[in-house]
């Protein structure tokens, strides 16, 4: 568009260019005739024509001045060098790119000239409503202030705000390349954390093409959970959608979505899938329940081989699971290779490390403990921490003033714990660290075995004798008296829902059709032989609270990931023979959201293998009513007397040493745990003072009604129809004026709130927050077009002589940086305004934004336009003296971002430099990623122009 732009009052001669006020979007338009105190204006543009009486026509000429560029009707771009006048109407004379003289005769100017910046649509006589102007300054405010918050990207979700996920969510939001695995205990929020980790990257776009890979049962919940949750649509990518993708011309249908969840299944039963979903390529790869995937050193699992090959074509990487040494430590090494391949090179190597926790948890427990005092008089610790920050880390800390001694130690411990072999990957919080869990209460039924039950000996496989039903003949349902005993205790809790698990599908079935058609209770099932679409429709009609079934019964599928904490008790039918297994049996309920005590019933044949198990679970590692951490090494340790002790389950003496031993490994282990591994990985897995940075960011971002007041007015300029909805709440529609079409905003309407507590109460209405998608369409629409960006108004000020012209300007920064490095977040305040006299002078400071508005008063569109006229000399000078002003600024700006990004990203160079003393070789490339985004930055700051956003006359009256 064209700088300097200027409008004339002459006469209306045929071949003069003139512009509507009222229709910009018409174009140039072409004096055809006038005559009779009429004029008639052709568009050649819009293909249109208006006649106007000549008095009042809402019509400006256009004319340009030396040096602005113009557009010819041919589309040769002009560098006008002077301007003549012949007959009424201009030639414009000046070069091509090519340096070529070009005469133009102003009937030639492109048509379809669109006028956008402040000045031009100004002096174009397209003045705003004074209300969208402020509308849009209060809109720049807003955006700074959010792109500056630690918040920025997780205030969208619809959560409660839990102090460990945010932790996580910002941690990882913050890095370069998010790679890590989430593996808080059962029901800890993995998948809310994940949630919010992806909003934030898809939000600053750092992320936009996202694969989640999950097991069959948990697609539906996850596809749900995005779009209630974090307002994220993702399309569903299984074998029939694949198929049906490409029979309508997709040749990979993994391009066809920027975000795409699909069953793992998918990926190892079909290798051109596979081999498809890699060539697309993605920015961030999850996989939930990520302890499925098998590794160990003789065999590789294919769904590991599937997972390794996308997690190489993907920048980052999200793995989960509660229980990341279910398949012992190999496994668990085998998760963090996929991480990071030249972290973890090396099985022996990792294994070698994990012993070292103890010799770095003391040296941290020591500094924790002791603080700066300690350490400035222990020469050992600061040998030892020399030997592991380097020399420099420790002279650096001892010249230190006394007083930043504190901090600074703060920093070298972190330093400590992320140098822990899974310092920076491994995430995993506690229910002892997250507090607000209800109790959960074991009670174990014993029940007669039936006489003719006795498949037991040394020499019967040990995983059958664990489900009695197989050995029962067909009829077991009616001779198993844990099936009478399920019945009876069902007539004794009517009104209480609950959740069934046993390990076969069969017995799922059997026991569902049992209890509905025989007994007649409301009763529904999960297996892994229904539908996607029929599990989904069980698991709803469980979860419905009035009209809903009593008994979800489920096979195990159903014991990983799905959310049933809305009900207190669970059966276990049979018990599985792996401690992690249980503990994700226990984790449907015992998760955030459950509001009380989980109590967990267990009818089980007495003297039987399932007799002992379940003492081994619950007097040897407490796993029922406790997590238990260490359950799995145990299970490792104590398999093979567990197992004769489950053969032989009369043999008292036997089992009560097993119990007994096993309870002194779990003290032990526990213990040495606690002092090791648990207590680093509690540090690097939350940092209170971080996580209460980011809840009080999004405390002061929840401020009811701050937004409400702002976004009513939003609405109301776009011309959405609204009507109150109790007191945070509203309902839009659209509009019979909108200003234009919104993507964000449905046909029928949206049911909203403001208030998180609501919206975390009813998930039917949307939770409108600073980054509902409606509200970014609409900020984003108000700040990235011209919408409000001039305005004109009236002032009455006794400290200022009547007639008295001020300009109030707005500048922001033009950055070149790519949005992915968020240069904003270092930029104090945001933009630049100037507020300038008839003398130049600067009153920014005297006469706030603020105050200025409410002493404003807006004026009618013609009498703006009259005024702009009268006084535009003056506007033009001002101008030039508002952005000779804010150059002038534009060092100081620029010095203030350097220093604040230089704070930040030596305090981010320094952590990296200590992690790179463990691993040189790997950690040398991520350096370098680090200083060539800084120099990006820091060249992005050096470029930075200011670019007048909008723009106010003020006129001051008596
Ligand atoms: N911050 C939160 N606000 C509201 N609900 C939450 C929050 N965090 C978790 N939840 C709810 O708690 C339940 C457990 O969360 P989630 O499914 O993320 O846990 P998980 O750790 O992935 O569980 P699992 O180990 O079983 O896979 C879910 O119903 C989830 O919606």
């Not at 029901?187 to 934030?200: D, F, N, R, S, Y």
Request: contains cysteine.
């Amino acid at each position: 568009m064209t700088e300097g732009f200027r409008l004339s009052q002459t006469e209306f001669v045929p071949g003069q260019r003139w512009i509507s006020n009222t229709e910009v979007d018409l174009g140039l338009g072409i004096v055809v005739e006038s005559a009779n105190r009429r004029v008639e204006i052709s568009f050649p543009a819009a293909g249109e024509v208006r006649t106007y009486a000549i008095d009042n026509a809402p019509l400006s000429r256009v004319c340009y001045e030396a040096d602005e560029e113009i557009y010819s009707d041919e589309g040769v771009v002009i560098q006008v060098r002077e301007r003549i006048e012949h007959n009424g109407c201009f030639i414009y004379l000046g070069e091509d790119a090519a340096g070529n003289e070009v005469i133009l005769p102003e009937l030639h100017l492109d048509s379809a000239v669109h006028f956008s910046k402040p000045q031009e649509r100004l002096f174009a006589g397209q003045i705003d409503r004074h209300g969208l102007f402020k509308l849009r300054v209060e809109t720049l405010e807003h955006r700074h202030r959010l792109e500056q918050s630690p918040a920025y990207g997780l205030l969208g979700a619809r959560v409660a705000l839990l102090p460990h996920q945010l932790y996580i969510a910002a941690e990882l939001a913050s890095r370069p390349v998010p790679r890590a695995l989430l593996a808080d205990e059962v029901g800890l929020g993995k998948t809310i954390e994940a949630g919010m980790i992806l909003h934030q990257r898809l939000i600053s776009e750092r992320a936009r093409r996202v694969l989640i890979l999950l097991p069959d049962s948990l697609l539906h919940q996850w596809l749900v959970e995005m779009h209630r949750r974090f307002n994220l649509t993702f399309s569903l990518l299984d074998a029939e959608r694949c198929e049906a993708l490409q029979a309508s011309g997709h040749d990979n249908p993994f391009e066809s979505a920027q975000r795409v969840i699909s069953p793992v299944s998918l990926m190892t039963r079909d290798a051109a899938r596979l081999e498809q979903a890699v060539a697309a390529g993605w920015d961030l790869l999850v996989v939930d329940e990520a302890h499925h995937l098998g590794w160990s050193r003789e065999v590789v699992s294919h769904a590991y081989h599937c997972v390794e090959r996308l997690a190489q074509r993907s920048e980052g990487l999200l793995l989960l699971t509660a229980t990341p040494e279910q398949l012992g430590p190999e496994g668990h090494y085998a998760r963090l290779r996929l991480l990071d391949p030249e972290r973890y090179p090396d099985l022996d190597r990792f294994l070698e490390q994990e012993q070292q926790y103890f010799h770095l948890n003391h040296l941290i427990g020591s500094l924790l403990e002791g603080g700066a005092a300690f350490l400035r008089q222990d020469r050992h610790t600061q040998r030892e921490l020399a030997a592991r920050l380097g020399e420099e880390a420790i002279t650096h800390w001892l010249a230190a003033p006394a007083l930043s001694q504190d901090n600074l130690l703060d920093r070298l411990i972190h330093q400590l714990v992320d140098q822990q072999g899974t310092g920076r990957v491994l995430f995993r919080n506690t229910r002892r660290t997250v507090e607000g869990f209800p109790a959960r209460r074991f009670q174990g039924y014993p029940l007669l075995a039936p006489n003719f039950y006795a498949p037991q000996g040394a020499d019967v496989q040990l995983e059958p004798l664990l489900h009695p039903e197989r050995h029962l003949g067909t009829d077991w349902i009616s001779v198993d008296p844990r099936v009478a005993w399920l019945q009876d205790w069902l007539k004794q809790h009517r009104r209480d829902k609950v959740l069934v698990i046993c390990a076969h599908a069969e017995t799922a079935v059997a026991l569902d059709e049992y209890l509905s058609l025989r007994l007649g209770v409301r009763s529904s099932v999960f297996h892994e032989g229904m539908s996607l679409v029929n599990r989904d429709r069980s698991a709803a009609y469980f979860a419905d609270q009035e009209l809903g079934a009593q008994v979800l019964i489920c096979s195990e599928i159903g014991s990983e990931g799905r959310n049933f904490q809305f009900c207190h008790h669970l059966v276990l039918f049979d018990l599985p023979l792996s401690p992690d297994l249980l503990e994700q049996r226990i984790g449907r309920l015992d998760r955030i959201g459950q509001t009380q005590d989980v109590q967990i019933h267990l009818p089980y044949y007495r003297q039987s293998p399932t007799d002992v198990l379940m003492q081994w679970y619950h007097q040897g590692l407490n796993a029922f009513e406790r997590v238990c951490a260490v359950g799995d090494a145990l299970y490792q340790r104590f398999a093979q007397p567990l197992h004769a002790a489950m053969h032989q389950p009369e043999d008292a003496a036997a089992l009560e040493s097993l119990l007994h031993a096993t309870q002194e490994a779990r003290e032990a282990l526990e213990q040495e745990l606690a002092e090791g591994r648990d207590r680093l990985l509690e540090m690097s897995s939350f940092n209170a003072e971080r996580a209460d940075q980011v809840l009080q960011a999004m405390q002061s971002e929840d401020d009811v009604s701050r937004i409400q007041t702002y976004a009513e007015r939003l609405f109301d300029r776009f011309g959405i129809s609204l009507q109150p909805h109790g007191r945070h709440g509203l309902v839009l529609h659209p509009g019979e004026h909108m200003l234009c079409q919104l993507a964000e905003l449905p046909e029928e309407g949206m049911t909203l709130t403001f208030s998180r507590e609501e919206a975390l109460q009813r998930e039917e209405i949307e939770f409108m927050s600073w980054e509902h998608p409606l509200m970014i369409e609409l900020m984003e629409m108000l700040t990235h077009n011209e919408m409000g960006n001039n305005a004109i108004c009236m002032l009455k000020l006794p400290a200022l002589p009547p007639g008295t012209l001020l300009l109030e300007a707005i500048y922001e920064l033009n950055l070149t940086v790519p949005r992915a490095l968020q240069l904003p977040r270092y930029l104090p305040g945001g933009y630049v305004r100037l507020l300038l006299d008839s003398e130049g002078r600067d009153l920014s400071e005297v006469l706030g934004h603020q105050p200025l508005n409410q002493l404003a008063q807006p004026l009618k569109l013609s009498t703006s336009q009259n005024m702009v006229r009268m006084v535009r000399d003056k506007i033009t000078v001002q101008l030039q003296q508002a952005q000779q002003l804010a150059d002038a600024r534009l060092p100081v700006l620029r010095e203030t971002a350097l220093q604040t990004l230089s704070l930040e990203r030596d305090a981010a160079y320094q952590r990296l430099e200590a992690l790179a003393r463990v691993n040189p070789a790997v950690d040398e490339a991520e350096l370098e990623a680090h200083r060539l985004d800084t120099r990006t930055l820091q060249q992005g700051l050096q470029n930075a122009r200011l670019r007048l956003d909008a723009v106010r006359v003020i006129v001051v009256a008596d």
